[in-house]
């Protein structure tokens, strides 16, 4: 069964303190692993699509990377308007292609 | 260009009622999923519709049941609602056949009383 595990649950920055948010995953085949960010009471917005290994993408203060068995968010000087809940998800390739399994996410609190 | 909507945003039903979630997919959108999230925790897959045809499944009991019409919108139905129902309903949509990423609407909030 695929299973996605985010650390920490729950992390406070100051405005402009660096950090990483990670994503561990067990999938019978990769088919792609998704970042989201969710703000309270609204739907997830999409954020980066990684597909294999060593790949990075970056969005503004925003860079995603992948390896076999994790991901990480890697956040540069956040703004408190990055504060949210980051969550992260895979998709397996073969038969069970299409169903994503998400982790419980990590809530960033970030503070002027 | 519209992305994903639901509707409604926010709904009280009662222990036992049923209840029918509506989504509309974004342009260009062919497939529809849709997900279950409780408060505190990441989303649970529930099916994914494609073609009109339920392709995917996740874990969720027999009482949980969709649709999806000819232009691409789809349905999901809860009958004999129980308190545990209570949470966030999202429904995402993706192009299936060149990728795997999926846009996903505000959501429908739903509390069993």
């Known amino acids: 069964e695929d299973q996605v595990t985010q650390s920490p649950e729950a992390l406070r920055l100051q405005e402009g303190e660096s950090s990483s948010l990670n994503c561990s995953y067990t999938?019978?085949?990769?088919?792609?692993l998704f970042w989201y960010r969710q703000d309270p009471g609204k739907g997830p917005e999409f954020l980066f699509t990684l597909y294999s290994a060593g790949e990075e993408k970056e969005k503004e203060r925003l860079k995603a990377t992948l390896t076999k068995k994790e991901s990480f968010l890697h956040i540069t000087a956040p703004k408190p308007e990055d504060s949210a809940t980051y969550l992260c998800?895979?998709?397996?390739?073969?038969?069970?292609?299409?169903?994503?399994?998400f982790g419980d996410g990590t809530t960033l609190t970030v503070k002027p | 260009d519209a992305g994903v909507t639901q509707s409604p945003t926010h709904l009280i039903k009662t222990r036992g009622q049923q209840v029918t979630l509506r989504c509309s997919p974004k342009s260009g959108h062919d497939t529809v999923s849709w997900y279950q999230q409780a408060l505190g925790q990441g989303p649970q897959f529930i099916f994914q519709?494609?073609?009109?045809?339920?392709?995917q499944r996740g874990n969720f009991p027999d009482r949980f049941s969709g649709h999806q019409f000819p232009n691409y919108s789809s349905e999901l139905n809860v009958n004999a609602l129980l308190l545990g129902d209570s949470a966030l309903y999202l429904c995402?949509?993706?192009?299936?056949?060149?990728?795997?990423?999926?846009?996903f609407g505000p959501g429908t909030r739903l509390l069993v009383l």
């Open positions: 999938v019978s085949g990769l088919r792609g």
């Open positions: 998800a895979v998709q397996a390739s073969g038969t069970n292609a299409g169903k994503s399994t």
């Open positions: 995402a949509s993706s192009f299936s056949a060149v990728q795997e990423t999926q846009y």
């Open positions: 519709y494609y073609e009109e045809e339920e392709r």
